[in-house]
Nanobody, 119 residues
């Protein structure tokens, strides 16, 4: 069974940092594009950051560009999201997701981890 398990969420003050991790189990994700999404209460799930299979190409939403960094360690089947200069508006549940290269549909999702930024 394929699983994506997020960890690292929590409560942090504005201006602080958190590092989220997504551990993949059940298969390797070498040929998958890995992404982080977030969803705040009452809002739709939104793309935050993504990384190609090689790790050489990354993408970020405008709201996090320059503050968040996505990385992957295929040897450990893990994806990280380093979040810095956090703002209250970053408060949301953060989800890890994977889609096969060449497709647009995300095949696998994690259960999410809560990030709360206090002002």
């Amino acid at each position: 069974q394929v699983q994506l398990v997020e960890s690292g969420g929590g409560l942090v003050q504005a201006g602080g940092s958190l590092r989220l991790s997504c551990a993949a189990a059940g298969r390797t994700f070498t040929n998958y594009y890995m992404s982080w999404f977030h969803q705040a209460p009452g809002n739709e799930r939104e793309f935050v950051a993504g990384i190609s299979w090689s790790g050489s190409i990354t993408a970020y939403s405008d709201s996090v560009k320059g503050r968040f960094t996505i990385s992957r360690d295929d040897a450990k089947n893990t994806v990280h999201l380093q979040m810095s200069s956090l703002k209250p508006e970053d408060t949301a549940v953060y989800y890890c997701a994977a889609r096969l290269l060449g497709t647009m549909k995300y095949n696998y999702w994690g259960q999410g981890t809560q990030v709360t930024v206090s002002s």
